[in-house]
């Protein structure tokens, strides 16, 4: 019996270990690569650049001054869209092992503690 119960101990501590060290052998940037950095870099900068001819209220935008608004619209719209996914992936990235590493870390010690409990409890059964 004192054998399951430290192999449940055993396992929490394990885990609590794994929780630790999970961010830095699984780091986000496994998923989240430079290029896809770039991009998205990119594609802000271009929304930045739209952001004054789609938005301007009183379409004081002269026909020679740059692109023409209702393809601006278009062009903006989509990478919008193309942000939104991106950015949806960043967090994931990001998020996705810091959340393993807690699930870890709670189950470690839930294990850790129903051993203790189960160590105590054959302790009193002598």
Request: glycine letters at 8%; one cysteine or more.
């Amino acid at each position: 019996m004192k054998i399951g119960v430290l192999g449940v101990i055993a396992v929490g501590c394990l885990l609590l270990v794994l929780s630790g060290l999970w961010a830095t052998i699984f780091p986000g940037t496994r998923s989240w690569t430079e290029e896809k950095a770039a991009q998205w870099s990119k594609i802000q900068v271009r929304l930045h650049n739209l952001a004054p001819i789609v938005n301007n209220p009183a379409g004081r935008v002269s026909v020679h001054s740059g692109p023409d608004p209702g393809e601006a619209k278009q062009e903006y719209d989509r990478l919008v869209l193309e942000d939104r996914e991106l950015a949806a992936e960043f967090q994931s990235a990001h998020d996705s092992p810091h959340t393993v590493a807690r699930i870890l870390k709670w189950s470690g010690i839930a294990f850790a503690v129903v051993g203790i409990i189960g160590w105590y409890a054959v302790s009193q059964s002598k």
